[in-house]
T-cell receptor, first 114, second 111 residues
Framework: GAGVSQSPRYKVAKRGQDVALRCDPI?????LFWYQQALGQGPEFLTY????????KSGLPSDRFFAERPEGSVSTLKIQRTQQEDSAVYLC????????????FGPGTRLTVL | KQEVTQIPAALSVPEGENLVLNCSFT??????LQWFRQDPGKGLTSLLL?????REQTSGRLNASLDKSSGRSTLYIAASQPGDSATYLC??????????FGQGTTLQVKP
């Protein structure tokens, strides 16, 4: 079956531009997570959805970051007025239920802000 | 605040060796412990998940253990192969499923 997909795979933005990153989780997966991975580091948690409800957004670095999952499936991570420090790989993961279980990761979107 | 540390940061071994990767965490209230593999430029592939009530999990040549009291997990790789070369990440989850990752161990297995 299809895994988690993300688009675009690569995004180059000029500083100050807005970007939108898409995540298609595994069909039927209730939980969806976004992580940010800087070069040479482990991923860091950004935000978490259970169906359409955003239950934890404590990891979002600033109010320029916004995530949504309006119908409980596809999610979009939006970054407004991008800055160079936003350059990173953005990873999306989904898991089947509400209880913690194995998370399945997408290939990530590599964002470069010039 | 949960912190996860992985030692060593990098490891190079000849093919065929057995090896152990270490992961330590500060908060014993960890829910699950998951080991991942990441190839360059790729996403994360789940290797093993140890639930809070378990002590170890095995899959093929991989064995992971969890000791919550000491705040440690190990990933044992038997008979290493060049195809095992990758970065290995451990992550502890809270009761919401949010993962806290270590910085990874980059493994190189030389033919």
């Amino acid at each position: 079956g299809a895994g988690v997909s993300q688009s675009p795979r690569y995004k180059v933005a000029k500083r100050g531009q807005d970007v939108a990153l898409r995540c298609d989780p595994i069909s039927g997966h209730v939980s969806l997570f976004w992580y940010q991975q800087a070069l040479g580091q482990g991923p860091e948690f950004l935000t978490y959805f259970q169906n359409e409800a955003q239950l934890d957004k404590s990891g979002l670095p600033s109010d320029r970051f916004f995530a949504e999952r309006p119908e409980g499936s596809v999610s979009t991570l939006k970054i407004q007025r991008t800055q160079q420090e936003d350059s990173a790989v953005y990873l999306c993961a989904s898991s089947l239920g509400r209880e913690p279980s194995s998370q399945y990761f997408g290939p990530g979107t590599r964002l470069t802000v010039l | 605040k949960q912190e996860v540390t992985q030692i060593p940061a990098a490891l190079s071994v000849p093919e065929g060796e057995n090896l152990v990767l270490n992961c330590s965490f500060t908060d014993s209230a960890i829910y699950n412990l998951q080991w991942f593999r990441q190839d360059p430029g790729k996403g994360l592939t789940s290797l093993l998940l140890i639930q809070s009530s378990q002590r170890e999990q095995t899959s093929g040549r991989l064995n992971a253990s969890l000791d919550k009291s000491s705040g440690r997990s190990t990933l044992y790789i038997a008979a290493s192969q060049p195809g095992d070369s990758a970065t290995y990440l451990c992550a502890g989850s809270s009761n919401t499923g949010k993962l806290i990752f270590g910085q990874g161990t980059t493994l190189q297995v030389k033919p």
